[in-house]
């Protein structure tokens, strides 16, 4: 008996995880014991798409509804992104007794926990490894590879825009806006990049990984989030001489106090093997309480990659459905997901890097050591390259490690001084690596 399946979007994705399920028909069929076959896609301008010849076979649709109301379709697979008509379609299959797998890391860290108790209560399943760091397969890793575990410390380069933004800046020294314009030309940004850049995407799948990780019910609001706009190539020169490389990390951090969240551009050592995750790739550090260190890289996007967990998802579905499931294992690892909001950053104790671009003046070190030291800041080192425009004159301080609220409180008021070219920026330097 065969099990089937209606692709709603043929974006990227959608058309990865059809060629991966036509291509492979056979290949998945040996796997599962049985076909898994596609009988429907959606997309608004299918009739304009051109399907492989191997698909010939499938029927096109342009209105969801007619994917989500078929009594022979078993599964429904969402892929078109955003909240609201992805919402009533997860909500409308899941209401008609079909599984659904999706890729949307937005809707899930919004809804997730909701959504999945409404497939508990219907009897089927949702699935969505593909939220989160495409090829890797970081959902059940979390759920079930290491679910014997307490995990402590999460760290994720989960954006794979930004990660080769920062990594071109790294290497041929050009600013944001050219390399942003290239990703943009390879098709890594889109032309509205606010999502990858101001780390929205990378929030919303650091929401998931946490619920995963750490079993409580977060919304990306809850987590603290700065992008990458204001990386500067001095800022790698920089960091270079202090032996360590800045990238946008996502953190997770559970200590006595509660959990701390973060989304954010970090210095991290070159000794780190976070420091090597290069390009569009994507990566994942757990650190556990009984198992310590594991690492887990691959592609973070792209059809294919991304097309391979939304497939893998498809068949443990259809293994359900053929086979049945005595008790279905939450997507989100934990039974029930606690009430929760994590710690405010500015509780935390971490060693900054301050870049400052100057009008060159005599006791500018000493005016921002004075209010450092007004705000219990330690200083740990002043770096200055030589650069010949000394009315946009750039160097850094690095601080002894500081709680983050006073460093903000101090920055506030080094704000007015009058030598400022622009406002001073601050990344930590985080010493969990």
Not at 17 to 35: C, D, H, M, R, Y
Not at 128 to 142: C, F, K, Q, R
Not at 262 to 281: D, E, F, K, N
Request: proline share 5%.
């Amino acid at each position: 008996m065969e099990v089937t399946v209606g692709i709603i979007g043929l974006g990227n994705v959608g058309s990865g995880a059809l060629q991966i399920l036509t291509e492979n028909a056979s290949g998945i069929q040996e796997k599962l014991g049985f076909p898994l076959r596609v009988k429907a896609v959606c997309s608004r301008s299918v009739q304009q798409k051109k399907l492989p010849a191997y698909a010939s076979n499938i029927l096109r649709v342009t209105d969801w509804r007619e994917v989500v109301s078929d009594p022979e379709i078993d599964i429904v697979v969402e892929l078109i992104g955003g909240t609201a008509t992805a919402g009533q379609i997860l909500e409308e299959s899941l209401r008609r007794h079909k599984s659904v797998v999706t890729a949307n890391k937005e809707l899930m860290a919004l809804r997730g926990a909701e959504l999945w108790a409404t497939a508990s209560q219907n009897g089927v399943n949702l699935a969505m490894e593909a939220s989160v760091a495409g090829g890797i397969p970081i959902h059940t890793i979390l759920r079930e590879g290491i679910s014997g575990d307490r995990v402590v410390e999460l760290y994720g380069i989960l954006n794979g825009t930004s990660n080769f933004i920062l990594t071109e800046i790294e290497k041929s020294n050009a600013k944001f806006e050219s390399v942003l314009a290239e990703a943009q030309q390879l098709g890594y940004a889109e032309a509205d990049p606010s999502a990858d850049v101001d780390g929205l995407d990378a929030r919303s799948k650091l929401a998931i990984l946490a619920a995963l990780a750490f079993g409580e019910k977060l919304t990306p609001a809850d987590i603290y989030t700065e992008g990458i706009r204001r990386i500067l190539p001095v800022d790698f020169e920089y960091a270079h001489q202090l032996k360590h490389t800045i990238r946008l990390v996502c953190l997770a951090r559970q200590n006595e106090k509660g959990l701390l969240l973060s989304v954010r551009p970090t210095l991290v050592p070159q000794s780190a093997i976070l420091s090597q995750v290069q390009g569009a790739y994507n990566a994942i550090w757990i650190r556990g309480a009984y198992g310590e260190d594991t690492f887990y890289y691959g592609r973070g996007a792209g059809p294919k990659p991304t097309g391979v967990a939304v497939v893998s998802d498809l068949m443990r579905v259809a293994r359900e459905i053929r086979y049945g499931s005595p008790e279905r294992v939450s997507p989100f690892a934990h039974e029930r997901l606690g009430e929760y909001k994590p710690l405010n950053v500015n509780t935390q104790e971490l060693p900054f890097f301050l870049r400052f671009r100057v009008e060159d003046k005599a006791g500018i070190i000493a005016t921002l050591a004075t209010i450092l030291a007004k705000h219990k800041i330690g200083i740990d080192a002043v770096l200055q390259l030589p650069r010949e425009d000394w009315r946009d004159l750039p160097f850094v301080i690095t601080t002894e490690p500081a709680l983050e609220q006073s460093l903000r409180e101090a920055l506030v008021e080094i704000r007015e001084a009058d030598f400022l070219v622009e406002p001073p920026f601050a990344m930590p330097m985080e010493r969990g690596f």
